[in-house]
């Protein structure tokens, strides 16, 4: 079974630029939610997705934003980006996103911006 | 404001001996917890969880405990090996609402 697929897996863009990261989750998994691991400050939580629709959002500007298909891929969209927003992107998957299951993440994106 | 602390950036074990790591919650809704290992260039894989019913969970060399009143959950690693060495992370969810908090993660050096 193949694992969470993460593209691509670097990307270097200047400020004021947009990027849009995708996320391939484990055949039969539907949820996916999306994290921002920066140097000391561990993974943030930005948002998660189920049969398409948004459950729950972290504590990101509006900059920050995603979206989920019918097939469960999913895509996180960054506008605007700032200096501060360089940071490695993790996708993890699970079957429904309940509180007991084992979330498997993918390898990550390294954004860089300039 | 950091829901889940791990208080110790990074630790050093002897080969053979207990690793035990700690992480400290302020949310008393928190109904499921877990320990995450990530090595370098790659993703965060699961170690092993606990419910907040139970106390302790134990899965081969890793064990579990929590301290609900204290809100305090340490991950005992033994014997400690070389392939340990990663950056763990405790990780804290409210049920219903599918957001995992974690921390900010230990780094755990096994030396040989």
């Known amino acids: 079974k193949a694992g969470v697929t993460q593209t691509p897996r670097y990307l270097i863009k200047t400020r004021g630029q947009q990027v849009t990261l995708s996320c391939s989750p484990i055949?039969?998994?539907?949820?996916v939610s999306w994290y921002q691991q920066t140097p000391g400050q561990g993974l943030q939580f930005l948002f998660e997705y189920f049969s398409e629709t948004q459950r729950n959002k972290g504590n990101f500007p509006g900059r920050f934003s995603g979206r989920q298909f019918s097939n469960s891929r999913s895509e996180m969209n960054v506008s605007t980006l700032e200096l501060g927003d360089s940071a490695l992107y993790l996708c993890?998957?699970?079957?429904?996103?309940?509180?007991?299951?084992?979330?498997?993440f993918g390898s990550g994106t390294q954004l860089s911006v300039l | 404001d950091q829901q889940v602390k791990q208080n110790s950036p990074s630790l050093s074990v002897q080969e053979g001996r207990i690793s035990i790591l700690n992480c400290d919650y302020t949310?008393?809704?928190?109904?499921?917890f877990l320990w995450y290992k990530k090595y370098p260039a790659e993703g965060p894989t699961f170690l092993i969880s606990?419910?907040?019913?139970?106390d302790k969970n134990e899965d081969g060399r890793f064990t579990v405990f929590l301290n609900k009143s204290a809100k305090h959950l340490s991950l005992h690693i033994v014997p400690s090996q070389p392939g340990d060495s990663a950056v763990y992370f405790c990780?804290?969810?409210?049920?219903?609402?599918?957001?995992?908090?974690f921390g900010t993660g230990t780094r755990l050096k096994v030396l040989a």
């Open positions: 606990i419910s907040s019913i139970k």
């Open positions: 993890a998957s699970s079957m429904t996103g309940a509180a007991n299951e084992k979330l498997f």
């Open positions: 949310n008393s809704m928190f109904d499921y």
């Open positions: 055949s039969g998994h539907r949820s």
């Open positions: 990780v804290a969810i409210t049920s219903g609402t599918y957001k995992y908090i």
